[in-house]
């Protein structure tokens, strides 16, 4: 039994900041992959970042020097660390881990989300122009 739940989300002006913060209850986040998606209205999802079981991280060209993901295996909790929003980042943002272990990111997020077992609700981020 597999649970994510997001928060951190809200309303913030561009050029600010915001940390989210994914709980995972019932999962070992050392050992699999895990990341962020995000889908804004009349969009695709797509893929934010993900971080590998290794520690290696991928991170979509439109995000590249400005989030950063981490993940604190002690308490399986993933985190986004997003600096310098734009207004395209508004979207909703959803947790996402891998159902089988050390499983690739790369793969993941080339494929659109394959190879995700668990999604969190999902938390909405609003940016202001």
Not at 4 to 25: H, I, M
Not at 66 to 95: G, H, I
């Amino acid at each position: 039994q597999v649970q994510l739940v997001e928060s951190g989300g809200g309303s913030v002006q561009a050029g600010g900041s915001l940390r989210l913060s994914c709980a995972a209850s019932g999962y070992t986040a050392s050992t699999h992959c895990m990341g962020w998606f995000r889908q804004a209205p009349g969009k695709e999802r797509e893929g934010v970042a993900t971080i590998d079981s290794d520690g290696s991280t991928n991170y979509a060209d439109s995000v590249k020097g400005r989030f950063t993901v981490s993940k604190d295996n002690a308490v399986n909790t993933l985190y986004l660390q997003m600096n310098s929003l734009k207004p395209e980042d508004t979207a909703m943002y959803y947790c996402a881990a891998a159902g089988t272990s050390y499983s690739y990111c790369s793969r993941i997020m080339d494929h659109n989300g394959v190879g995700i077992d668990y999604w969190g609700k999902g938390i909405l981020v609003t940016i202001s122009s």
